[in-house]
């Protein structure tokens, strides 16, 4: 089973990285990408002693996505599991 | 519309985050995760001057992620386009 688990900063909180690249796709003439946010993104290779039930993995991998992939402050994160 | 691009590291590159975060799964007690592998992720925000054709939009998204926001030599990108 695989996670896949995408972790952007909040809209709240300036994004340089997104807004370099922004800034570099304008200079170098591909038009119309009005924005960019960079995040991070994690796949999570998910053994025999994970949660087998998709339902509970989720859970799961919410949980650590929670705890362990996001800094609540600046961060917030979407994920799938993949059965 | 907007597009999502993931750049993960080719199988064939060592990925340090991913293994320093699998390694602080571990010691943190959180069960059953073999393997991470860390990658970026970018959202653009597309607008009315991008290509409004779903099927010309990938082409001209695939064009960014190629020839901007990946390093063809380590990395790989899959996209997608949200109509």
Not at 26 to 38: A, F, P
Not at 51 to 78: G, Q
Request: net charge neutral.
């Amino acid at each position: 089973m695989k996670a896949h688990v995408y972790v952007t900063l909040k809209r709240s909180v300036l994004d340089a990285q997104g807004q370099t690249v922004a800034g570099a796709l304008r200079r170098m003439n591909y038009k119309g990408v009005s924005d960019v946010r960079q995040g991070k993104y994690f796949q999570l290779t998910l053994d025999n002693s994970f949660s087998s039930d998709v339902k509970s993995a989720e859970a799961e991998v919410e949980r650590i996505a929670r705890e362990v992939l996001t800094n609540p402050v600046i961060e917030e994160f979407t994920y799938h599991v993949e059965a």
